[in-house]
């Protein structure tokens, strides 16, 4: 009897073993939005905060995805820069200012900034924050991690990507949920080609998800990207049968999942924006703008040198013995 229940909450019997991150994230001051300079190309959304309905193609026209490399790479590139900042002591606030600079050193606007009242210019999400976080006058902790969302607009077109980086000395069950979920973001990542189907990307997550014993959250799913932030297409990083749709050459989209240590159950803080796992413990994320060609694939949020955030940053899956 008691045999049969261990073996019954096998999962829960892991989780439990999960310590909660201490001391929680609570919010800090957030500072006045950034400005951007007149000369550079505001979208629709700059002033008014609202994107309105999302009305674009599925399908890039050649010179859209002419653009989306160039915003892509730009995105890449900004994201790395920000990680060479990543350190403890360094606030959340400083890294927005960093991105938001070196957005608009490269002629480019900051994608978050204003997107349905969105405070400031980029996105960062510390320890059991899943995403959405707002950069504030916290000072990163030893021991936390760090996802930074960059999306940048240029050339009429956005650029998402974003990665959970390792601020100074981290415990190997948070080194582990970041290392497995860039793992599970390129094995959804691998099913991309045309014909596939949207669901095949989620499997893919799921499963690897659930073979390192980590949560998948449902409330926010990778989306269409191009002239508009998010445009129609829905990707969920976990299975759903309905997501039938099937790939065709052309789609821009992103693949960002969010796992978990413990429970992917969520609430949001009462800025209406940072989402925190409701258990506490640790969440990584990490995202990348692709697009389907001919022969599968295409990052399109990789540096001009070839290289990306993740590939610098991200610790490595590291061996289990026995
Ligand atoms: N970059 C996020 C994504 O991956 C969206 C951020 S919306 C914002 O979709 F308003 F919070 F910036
Ligand atoms: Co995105
Ligand atoms: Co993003």
């Known amino acids: 009897m008691a045999k049969r229940k261990r073996k019954r909450h096998l999962f829960a019997d892991h989780v439990a073993a999960i310590p909660v991150s201490e001391p929680p994230v609570r919010p800090g001051i957030v500072g006045l939005s950034r400005t951007v300079p007149s000369t550079i190309v505001r979208p629709p959304y700059a002033d008014s905060g609202d994107p309105g309905p999302a009305v674009s193609s599925l399908v890039r026209t050649p010179a859209e995805l002419d653009a989306m490399r160039r915003a892509g790479a730009m995105a890449a590139e900004v994201l790395i820069h920000a990680g060479q900042f990543v350190e403890p002591g360094i606030t959340t606030d400083r890294l927005d200012q960093i991105v938001h600079d070196e957005t608009i050193r490269r002629g480019a606007y900051p994608s978050p900034l204003n997107y349905r009242g969105f405070p400031k210019s980029v996105c960062t999400s510390v320890n059991e924050i899943i995403c959405h976080g707002i950069p504030d006058s916290r000072p990163l902790a030893d021991g936390d991690i760090i996802n930074i969302d960059v999306t940048v607009y240029v050339d009429g077109v956005h650029g998402d990507n974003s990665c959970t980086f390792l601020v100074g000395d981290v415990d190997e069950h948070s080194r582990r949920l970041v290392a497995e979920t860039y793992v599970a973001?390129?094995?959804?990542?691998?099913?991309?080609?045309?014909?596939?189907?949207?669901?095949?990307?989620?499997r893919a997550i799921e499963r690897h998800a659930r073979a390192h014993h980590l949560g998948v959250v449902k409330e926010f799913i990778g989306h269409g990207v191009g002239t508009e932030f998010h445009s129609d297409l829905q990707i969920p990083h976990y299975f759903d049968p309905r997501?039938?749709?099937?790939?065709?050459?052309?789609?821009?989209?992103?693949?960002?999942?969010?796992?978990?240590?413990?429970s992917p159950s969520l609430f949001l803080?009462?800025?209406?924006?940072?989402?925190?796992?409701?258990?506490?413990r640790r969440t990584a994320q990490f995202e990348h703008t692709l697009v389907v060609t001919p022969q599968g694939h295409e990052l399109l949020t990789v540096a001009s040198d070839g290289t990306t955030a993740a590939e610098l940053y991200a610790p490595k899956p590291e061996k289990v013995s026995s």
């Not at 990542?189 to 045309?194: D, H, L, Q």
């Not at 803080?269 to 506490?280: C, I, K, P, R, Y």
């Open 185 to 202: 973001m390129m094995e959804g990542i691998r099913t991309v080609r045309p014909g596939s189907k949207v669901n095949d990307i989620g």
């Open 269 to 280: 803080w009462n800025d209406e924006w940072t989402a925190a796992t409701q258990d506490g």
């Open 243 to 262: 997501a039938r749709a099937v790939l065709e050459e052309g789609m821009t989209f992103t693949v960002e999942p969010m796992l978990t240590l413990g």
